[in-house]
């Protein structure tokens, strides 16, 4: 199983982009997706996440700004950026509770795509 992100890069403050990451290998199901930062120095956290049915929750700092959403039959989950600002400059982390056929849940992660916001 791996997850490969995509759509990171420079942007301009007030700036956006669109983060993609997708799901592929032996894969039974995929639970709840998300996505996840760590800025230097900091702790991993999280962004956004998404379940199976579509519910959303956010971290209160990019609530109104960010979207995440997911393609089920993709395997793909998604985060539109609005508004970047530069505390936003972080490695996002895509991250998927999933089940590969024949083994048990359990969590995967992207390789992280850089996401810089900078004038």
């Known amino acids: 199983v791996q997850l490969v992100e995509s759509g990171g890069g420079l942007v301009q403050p007030g700036g956006s982009l669109r983060l993609s990451c997708a799901a592929s290998?032996?894969?039974?199901?995929?639970?709840?997706m998300g996505w996840y930062r760590q800025a230097p120095g900091k702790q991993r956290e999280l962004v956004a996440g998404?379940?199976?049915?579509?519910?959303?929750n956010y971290a209160d700092s990019v609530k109104g700004r960010f979207t995440i959403s997911r393609d089920n039959a993709k395997n793909a989950v998604y985060l539109q950026m609005n508004s970047l600002k530069p505390e936003d400059t972080a490695v996002y982390y895509c991250?998927?509770?999933?089940?590969?056929?024949?083994?048990?849940?359990?969590?995967?992660w992207g390789q992280g795509t850089q996401v810089t916001v900078s004038s």
């Open positions: 991250n998927a509770n999933l089940r590969p056929y024949g083994l048990d849940n359990n969590d995967y």
């Open positions: 290998g032996s894969i039974f199901s995929i639970n709840a």
């Open positions: 998404i379940t199976s049915g579509g519910n959303t």
